[in-house]
């Protein structure tokens, strides 16, 4: 996973993925709403403000929101989201990075989407979820119970959950191979059929070996 997260406090060090443990049901359905409230009435993330640009990617329109530092968000809800006309130099070249990144991923080419990213410390159950997150290897998944297990809160798969919807950079950090104790996928910010299609994608492409980055 992109060493971008380091400063962060996230870890990737990769845990076992296949503990079956954890609820039925649990899982996330959130919209930009999450997002942009959690950047607070000012428009800031993290002390910075935000600029939104819409990125085209193989799962459809992508908002981003990027501060001078990095990228800040990422949200499905493309619609939810007013692009900033105007992005000053150093924001637009960010954007065509990050975008030139997604693209990257979302075709397979690359495992991690390496970019400067801009993001508070969490804190509490995000933290540690947020840490569990990019320790799942590319191409393979993780109960919503084996997360809380591997966090210290075995009973706690619910609220991994509602960490997991709190996410304010799915894809980069990857809530979407968090699925049901039983197999099924659950509940994506992006829609159920997004989380389909990318554990799909990654599980085909994880097979390829280490021509991929």
Request: charge should be positive.
């Amino acid at each position: 996973m992109s060493s971008a997260l380091a400063p962060h406090g996230i870890d990737a060090t990769a845990i076992s993925p296949h503990d079956d443990r954890g609820p039925r049901g649990a899982g996330h359905d959130v919209t930009a709403r999450h997002v942009r409230a959690d950047l607070g009435d000012d428009g800031r993330a993290n002390g910075h403000d935000v600029s939104w640009s819409l990125v085209e990617t193989p799962l459809g329109t992508v908002a981003i929101g990027l501060s001078d530092r990095g990228l800040a968000r990422i949200t499905f809800d493309a619609d939810a989201v007013e692009p900033t006309p105007g992005l000053s130099p150093r924001r637009a070249a960010l954007a065509v990075v990050v975008e030139r990144a997604l693209d990257a991923y979302l075709r397979g080419r690359r495992r991690d989407i390496d970019v400067p990213i801009d993001l508070a410390p969490a804190r509490g159950i995000d933290a540690a979820v947020r840490t569990a997150l990019v320790r799942i290897p590319y191409g393979t998944t993780a109960s919503y119970g084996a997360i809380a297990a591997a966090i210290g809160r075995p009973r706690a798969a619910r609220a991994v959950g509602t960490a997991c919807a709190r996410n304010p950079l799915p894809l980069v950090i990857p809530c979407h191979r968090v699925i049901r104790a039983d197999g099924a996928p659950g509940h994506y910010a992006g829609g159920d059929e997004r989380k389909t299609w990318l554990l799909r994608l990654e599980a085909s492409t994880g097979a390829l070996g280490p021509g991929l980055r």
